[in-house]
């Protein structure tokens, strides 16, 4: 699928994408860009959407917190949610041992990117849910299980997966900024990987 233009042109030097959001936050979106602006907007749905990352994401599970964000990020990928897609990678790649170098092959290539059969699977469930749920088949649970995926794991993939086209719509429907700088992305997987989720908005 070719990648879509962003509908927002970059300002040299600006380090951020050339926009405000659609409504007015009441904030400063080159400090509180993407999603954290949405939460400062609205603290009264930002705790439960909070609540829910840090369940998913970094809440007890038999799948790393690293393995969670990366399917958060190729979800945010597939949905071309630059925002989302870039925060989570930098997250993934804080707390996988192969860094940023293993989100990038996921991004380029999942079927051929050096990850545990388990994980290549639950990436094709992903992968299933973000263009349909009634995609997701029996085979590919099968698959899934075959190479040693939970029901758990199964049922987490596919609710990681839903809720990340929740998130990248909820970013890109407001036209928030984004920011231009990997190293934005670098700050904000500091502060997740030391404070969560939930300490963000």
């Known amino acids: 699928m070719a990648e879509r233009p962003h509908r927002h042109a970059c300002l040299p030097g600006d380090g951020y994408l050339d926009a405000m959001a659609y409504i007015d936050l009441g904030v400063d979106e080159r400090a509180l860009p993407g999603i954290q602006g949405l939460l400062k907007y609205r603290p009264e749905t930002a ?10 994401l970094r809440g007890p599970n038999s799948l790393t917190p690293g ?7 190729h979800v945010s990928a597939l949905n071309e949610c630059d925002f989302c897609r870039d925060s989570h990678a930098a997250a993934a790649a804080a707390q996988l041992p192969e860094g940023m170098a293993l989100v990038e092959q996921v991004r380029a290539d999942p079927s051929s990117a050096p990850v545990a059969a388990k994980l290549r699977a639950l990436l094709r469930i992903a992968e299933a849910v973000r263009r349909d749920g009634r995609d997701v088949t029996e ?4 698959d899934a299980r075959s190479v040693g995926a939970t029901d758990p794991e199964i049922h987490d ?15 890109d429907g407001l036209g928030t900024r984004t920011p231009d700088d990997p190293r934005a992305y670098e700050l904000s997987a500091k502060r997740i990987t030391t404070s969560g989720y939930q300490n963000r908005s």
């Open 47 to 56: 705790a439960p959407l909070m609540a829910l990352a840090e369940t998913l």
């Open 67 to 73: 393995e969670r964000e990366l399917i958060a990020a």
């Open 139 to 142: 085979s590919l649970v099968a």
């Open 157 to 171: 993939t596919v609710l990681i997966a839903a809720a990340f086209a929740m998130f990248n719509r909820y970013v």
